[in-house]
């Protein structure tokens, strides 16, 4: 079963960055589509990007295009999500997760990433 | 994007009792391939979300069989035929039938 670790969230300055990175365990990594999906203090759950197998095809929610960007690292079996222009409603855990047939498998326990000055 | 919709938002229960949560989605989300790409996760307090249901109506490993989900056209269904002290939490249904990936609004199921 593959274990997902999130990390690198913090407390940050609105207009900062972060890079989040979420490491996965055994050797299928690069044979799935990863997510970020992210939960602010008290709501629901909103999908902010995915990544296909090899990095070439990215997609994101309106809410962070051209601030967010997702990529991986299928030696290192590690995926990522670099934050930039980062603004208060961009406070949430933030989960990574594993695409299989449409349904996230695993999570692991989130980071949280909070933007405050 | 395709809008889901959930309800009830809140869901007291009694255990031993059954109980049905409602979600429907803004357009079809029958893939070319046949499947319904539709999952059910819950959120335990305290912890992170766990898939229940996926495809519309296959239950994930390790899932008890008191839980299924089926599926109308736009509409789906999940129902706990016995609902346990275990099983408190918020269920969402979430559609991967393209992107943006959207959830519903969240059921909070209790105890009474």
């Known amino acids: 079963e593959v274990q997902l670790v999130e990390s690198g969230g913090g407390l940050v300055q609105p207009g900062g960055s972060l890079r989040l990175s979420c490491a996965a365990s055994g050797s299928t990594f690069s044979s799935y589509w990863m997510h970020w999906v992210r939960q602010a203090p008290g709501k629901g759950l909103v999908w902010v990007s995915r990544?296909?197998?090899?990095?070439?095809?990215?997609n994101y929610a309106d809410s962070v295009k051209g601030r967010f960007t997702i990529s991986r690292d299928n030696a290192k079996n590690t995926l990522y999500l670099q934050m930039n222009s980062l603004r208060v409603e961009d406070t949430a855990v933030y989960f990574c997760?594993?695409?299989?047939?449409?349904?996230?498998?695993?999570w692991g326990q989130g980071t949280l990433v909070t933007v405050s000055s | 994007d395709i809008v889901m919709t959930q309800s009830p938002l809140s869901l007291p229960v009694t255990p031993g009792e059954p109980a049905s949560i409602s979600c429907r989605s803004s357009q079809s989300l029958l893939h070319s391939n046949g499947n319904i790409f539709l999952a059910w996760y819950l959120q335990k307090p305290g912890q992170s979300p766990q898939v229940l249901i996926y495809?519309?109506?296959n239950r994930a490993s390790g899932v008890p069989d008191r839980f299924s989900g089926s599926v109308s056209g736009t509409d789906f269904t999940l129902k706990i035929s016995r609902v346990e002290a275990e099983d408190v939490g918020v269920y969402y249904c979430?559609?991967?039938?393209?992107?943006?990936?959207?959830f519903g609004q969240g059921t909070k199921l209790e105890i009474k």
């Open positions: 495809l519309g109506s």
């Open positions: 990544i296909d197998t090899d990095g070439s095809t990215t």
């Open positions: 997760g594993r695409d299989l047939s449409g349904r996230y498998d695993n």
């Open positions: 979430m559609q991967a039938l393209q992107t943006p990936y959207t």
